[in-house]
């Protein structure tokens, strides 16, 4: 306890960091479900070497062709809509559908509050970047640029943010990293905001594939390369070059491997470069590269020590000037598939300014040379190793588009949702709500433990409608997203499984990176006056967000709907609590002056003096200030229901507020062992849990709650 004391004093003293410290990972909270989130006890202390990152798309908005098209509410109104291409209920074909409605409406991804939030629950998560999905050859410069004004703006404020990255395209990166670096990157814009990795800006892609190139891809004859032989291709190349190779087929097996050798055409030949494959794609293009370039000349690219069964896409025509095919060293007809990169000064600039990393696209085949990074695999998730041979990283999904072990799309029958696990979907009712596919890869990577996970994520949302993909042909099909139980969005949706899959992402996020040690209350004697003196000596001090009061104006996905919420009133900074043999203490701050009391909605502090979520309403057992200043009410059958049963000492001058409330009145005849507490101000709407978030400012954020444990004398 006495390290969690001195971590907090410091950042009070101003020992600590530039950013104001919530410390977010000592918050408490229980789900819908009843699951309690770990504290330092059962996480163990923080690990500073690991790192989460989550997927996040920036796309809604973008390809708006009418709607929103909603599926589930589609398939509601008509349960054989799947059946029926040509229902008016669909959208065009190709056309974005919503799997589900998130809490914050169909919103676009420019919408400042939507934008602000997402930045708040993300970081009180523990999440430290959030990793764009511009995989579509599209950058989506308006709405990444609004999201780091506003998320820059928040660290002005103090606030901490996640970091970001981008994940490019899996085969051709080229077009999007160079507007990234020419948009982005080149011009230091938002600089505090990128992620960094072993030293450099993290960037998502094949840094093979970001030259331009020459290729020659015609081919009709697999060659087969057996093991003690060799395949090769002679080649001239007029220009230095950054990379060279062939496309190398598996005849639909797995696990092949294959070395490639660069041999300078002269007498004798020297060797240039080789490199071993493993784990070979089919068709996959196999590189050699170097930095600085290959120069000019006439080479010999082989391939040899054959592993499994693998080939050389071949053509029987000479298809290449100066090109010759060659078996075990001798000439043979024809030509073998043949690419290599250009030079590019630019391109060179890149591999230097970033830390690459090659994404995986495939959800099976696990890791084919170092350095590679997984965003969605299916359980048993690979680890991914980087060139030091460590466990670097690993993908945790929701769910994956999977369907009897090849790549299909959600809406078939078999595909892997929210409640697949053990090698099946879980039959139960509400097991949708329980996110048993999340928690089962999130198992196996606690127990691996590379440096950095990659969670798919946070808020897809669409997905387009097609009527055939990857060789199945259906009326209707959704690849990605189709409904609740096949998507993979962690952000609360409205009804449905609510905020479950967040506080299940925040649980197994403490698991991982760890939890600092929440200190005892240091007490003061305190007289209530509307002095506030004498709180200064009162630690720990319990922190909010700064400047998250909810004021949303932004039209929605459909033109005709304008999003609008002036709840945000008193802005939370910080709270304390104290006590005596008869009394508890609570004092808060806020950013600007406290409005006048208005309503029933005026600064309510929730009290959950048994510290269990299953009594009272969300847990709270008493409410103070609800129908008057002071004023104390007792929880009547655990709904926002509430009774008079006592009355609380209040002051409140400018920016500050206190009040004293007899212990007797909350049922206790001196103070419990730990009570649980919120702060909210302009929230209380429909009653229930989504008011938190939804509506005016609530201190902590959502469901957390402060936790005050009483071990000391004043």
């Not at 590269?289 to 069964?309: H, K, N």
């Not at 298809?319 to 007809?333: C, E, M, N, S, Y």
């Not at 760890?514 to 200064?536: A, E, H, N, Q, S």
Request: charged share 20%; proline share 7%; aromatic share 12%.
């Amino acid at each position: 306890m006495a390290v969690g004391l001195v971590c907090w004093l410091g950042i009070l003293s101003g020992a600590a960091a530039e950013h104001w410290d919530t410390f977010a990972d000592t918050w408490v909270a229980t789900d819908a479900l009843g699951r309690q989130l770990p504290g330092a006890a059962e996480a163990g202390p923080p690990r500073a070497d690991r790192t989460v990152g989550i997927f996040y798309f920036l796309w809604l908005g973008k390809h708006i062709q009418g709607g929103p098209y909603d599926i589930t509410r589609i398939l509601a109104q008509d349960p054989d809509a799947m059946q029926k291409p040509d229902s008016p209920l669909w959208g065009p074909l190709h056309a974005p559908h919503h799997w589900g409605e998130s809490l914050f409406g169909y919103y676009l991804t420019d919408d400042e509050s939507v934008l602000r939030k997402h930045a708040q629950m993300l970081s009180d998560a523990g999440v430290d970047v959030v990793i764009f999905d511009v995989t579509n050859q599209i950058t989506y410069p308006h709405w990444y640029r609004a999201l780091l004004r506003v998320w820059g703006e928040m660290r002005a404020a103090g606030n901490r943010t996640p970091q970001v990255a981008f994940l490019t395209p899996f085969w051709s990166p080229r077009k999007v990293v160079l507007e990234l670096w020419r948009d982005l990157y080149s011009t230091g814009q938002a600089r505090d905001l990128w992620f960094y990795w072993d030293g450099k800006p993290l960037i998502l892609a094949d840094a093979d594939l970001l030259a331009a190139h020459e290729e020659f891809g015609r081919r009709n004859t697999p060659a087969q390369l057996q093991p003690g032989h060799s395949l090769a291709q002679r080649f001239t190349v007029e220009q230095p070059f950054h990379a060279v190779g062939g496309s190398f087929p598996t005849f639909h097996t797995t696990n092949a491997g294959v070395t490639l050798k660069l041999f300078t055409d002269e007498t004798p030949a020297r060797l240039v470069s080789s490199r071993r494959f493993t784990n070979v794609t089919d068709n996959a293009w196999l590189l050699l590269t170097q930095d600085p370039a290959f120069p000019p000349g006439q080479y010999i690219l082989e391939a040899t020590d054959p592993v499994g069964t693998i080939g050389w896409w071949s053509h029987t025509d000479d298809v290449q000037p100066h090109g010759q095919a060659l078996a075990d060293g001798q000439p043979v007809p024809g030509d073998r598939t043949l690419r290599w990169s250009r030079f590019d000064a630019e391109v060179g600039r890149l591999r230097e300014f970033f830390t690459f990393r090659k994404p995986q696209a495939d959800y099976f085949q696990g890791q084919t040379q170092p350095d590679m990074w997984s965003w969605l695999e299916v359980y048993p998730q690979h680890v991914f190793r980087n060139a030091r041979g460590e466990k670097e990283q690993m993908a945790v999904g929701v769910a994956q588009n999977a369907v009897n072990g090849r790549l299909g799309a959600m809406s078939e029958p078999g595909a892997h949702g929210r409640s697949f696990h053990q090698g099946r979907t879980d039959p139960r009712p509400d097991a949708v709500l329980h996110g048993f596919n999340f928690a089962e890869q999130w198992e196996r990577a606690l127990r691996e433990d590379p440096r950095f996970l990659f969670v798919t994520g946070w808020n897809e949302w669409i997905a387009g409608r097609f009527n055939n993909f990857n060789g199945v042909r259906l009326p209707v099909m959704f690849v990605d997203q189709f409904d609740q139980e096949h998507s993979r969005d962690i952000e609360p949706m409205k009804g449905g499984h609510g905020d479950n899959y967040y506080y299940q992402l925040v649980q197994y996020v403490r698991r991982y990176k760890g939890v600092r040690p929440l200190p005892p209350v240091k007490p003061r004697r305190i007289r209530v006056d509307g002095r506030f003196t004498d709180w200064r000596g009162v630690q720990p001090e319990f922190r909010d967000t700064r400047g998250d009061p909810v004021r949303r104006r932004h039209r929605g996905w459909d033109a005709n709907v304008q999003y609008t919420n002036n709840t945000g009133r008193n802005d939370f900074v910080a709270a304390k609590v104290s006590f005596d043999s008869r009394h508890l203490y609570f004092y808060v701050r806020t950013q600007d002056p406290i409005t006048p009391p208005s309503g029933t909605n005026w600064m309510l502090l929730f009290l959950d003096t048994d510290a269990n979520a299953q009594t009272g309403w969300l847990g709270y057992d008493f409410v103070v200030n609800r129908i008057a200043p002071g004023s104390v009410e007792r929880n009547q059958g655990g709904k926002y229901a509430w009774q008079a049963c006592g009355k609380a000492k209040l002051r409140q001058a400018g920016d500050q507020l206190e009040l004293s409330i007899p212990c007797a009145a909350l049922d206790q005849t001196s103070p419990p062992a730990q009570l649980d507490f919120k702060w909210a101000d302009n929230c209380i709407a429909a009653g229930d849990w989504t008011d938190f978030t939804l509506n005016g400012d609530a201190a902590p954020n959502d469901r957390f709650n402060y936790r005050a444990l009483f071990k000391s004398s004043p």
